[in-house]
């Protein structure tokens, strides 16, 4: 058993000392950070790979070589990448984020919606995603932030998506921190025809940096 054990041993020892880490990985580990959840669809996009086949097969070797791993969070749902420990060796890495399967939808439709500008000429490097907002809030208390917001020709843009319902008054007191903060703020809704784009249309007038985005748009045109 002994024998075998320190084999196998060596042979790990072997493969790891193959492993280059890339230009790539870096940027990975990176986007992985960033965003609330990944999946190897979206990592795709955010590290630029051609093909999807080339992307899965480069995470692979990361989660064996213990960098990232691979989390099944809901059956019939795709797996969710995070980094580990190790992956410090390749940048900042925070403390272990909290995957609630409640915001799934959402947070998968975040990241739709961010592939969806990007292939609008908006670059993932543009891009400042709430985590990263919130990072720079420090100890006071929690503010609203977007889910992510950019800058292009010295405006700037927040995006929101709202897939289900707020109380009226947060809402509202949402939309218009928007205003305030942002020259241009984007809502993603379910349809155009729900209570939230309802609302949304009742405060263009006061707020008249609203536009509001079918997500149907998103999946269609991702």
Not at 1 to 25: G, L, P, V
Request: net charge positive; proline share 3%; glycine share 4%.
């Amino acid at each position: 058993m002994s024998k075998t054990s320190n084999t196998d041993t060596t042979k790990d020892k072997i493969k790891d000392s193959k492993f280059r880490i890339t230009d790539r990985d870096y940027k990975i580990v990176q986007e992985i950070d960033r965003w609330q959840i990944c999946t190897s669809r979206h990592i795709r996009y955010l590290a630029g790979f051609t093909g999807q086949r080339a992307c899965d097969r480069r995470l692979r070797k990361l989660i064996d070589a213990g960098y990232i791993e691979r989390k099944k969070i809901l059956y019939g749902f795709p797996g969710i990448y995070q980094n580990t420990y190790k992956a410090k060796a390749l940048g900042h890495v925070p403390k272990e984020k909290k995957i609630r399967v409640e915001h799934l939808s959402h947070d998968i439709s975040v990241l739709d919606t961010a592939i969806y500008m990007n292939k609008r000429g908006i670059p993932f490097t543009a891009m400042t995603t709430e985590r990263q907002l919130h990072s720079t809030d420090g100890f006071s208390v929690r503010k609203h932030r977007p889910d992510f917001a950019y800058t292009q020709d010295r405006k700037t843009t927040c995006v929101e998506v709202e897939l289900t319902l707020k109380a009226r008054t947060n809402f509202v007191k949402n939309i218009k921190d928007d205003f305030t903060n942002y020259d241009k703020q984007i809502w993603v809704v379910p349809d155009l025809d729900c209570k939230i784009a309802c609302i949304l249309q009742e405060n263009i007038k006061k707020y008249p940096n609203i536009e509001i985005l079918e997500l149907s748009e998103v999946k269609d045109n991702r």
